[in-house]
């Protein structure tokens, strides 16, 4: 139970800023393009990239802090950082299928998905 928390209180973080930066990005660099979305995924995937090798590679940091900054914050900040460190893993272990699959997958179904999903609510 305790490992929802921690998930949770980086989560509302996480969320709280993603909205915070997103309206910031919108009032600063304006709303014609989602400039507040690619700053999150961008800075979301730096985020979670550091985090992950540091926590393990250099400072074998405690599991509470992964669930926490990892899964809750990264994930309720964006789950595109998420993608981009899966993606990452297979390139770097040189899984090149799957690598392929992931980023075509994600972009291209993810997209096709939204295409389907906003053809269905107008056909409703």
């Known amino acids: 139970m305790a490992a929802y928390l921690w998930i949770s209180l980086g989560a509302i973080l996480g969320a709280n800023a993603r909205y915070a930066l997103s309206r910031y990005a919108s009032k600063i ?3 014609g393009f989602p400039y507040g979305t690619m700053i999150i995924n961008v800075t ?12 393990t590679e250099r400072a074998l940091a405690d599991v509470r802090w992964r669930l926490f900054v990892a899964i809750g914050f990264c994930g309720g900040y964006t789950t595109f950082s998420s993608y981009a460190y899966e993606s990452f893993v297979q390139l770097e272990q040189g899984h ?12 291209v179904i993810g997209l096709l998905a939204v295409i389907a999903g906003a ?3 107008r056909a409703m």
Do not use: Q
Request: glycine share 16%; proline share 0%; charged share 0%.
């Open 44 to 55: 979301g995937s730096l985020i979670l990239g550091w985090f992950m090798v540091w926590s």
């Open 29 to 31: 660099l304006g709303a």
């Open 96 to 107: 090149w299928g799957l690598f392929t699959t992931n980023v075509l997958g994600n972009n």
């Open 119 to 121: 053809a269905l609510a």
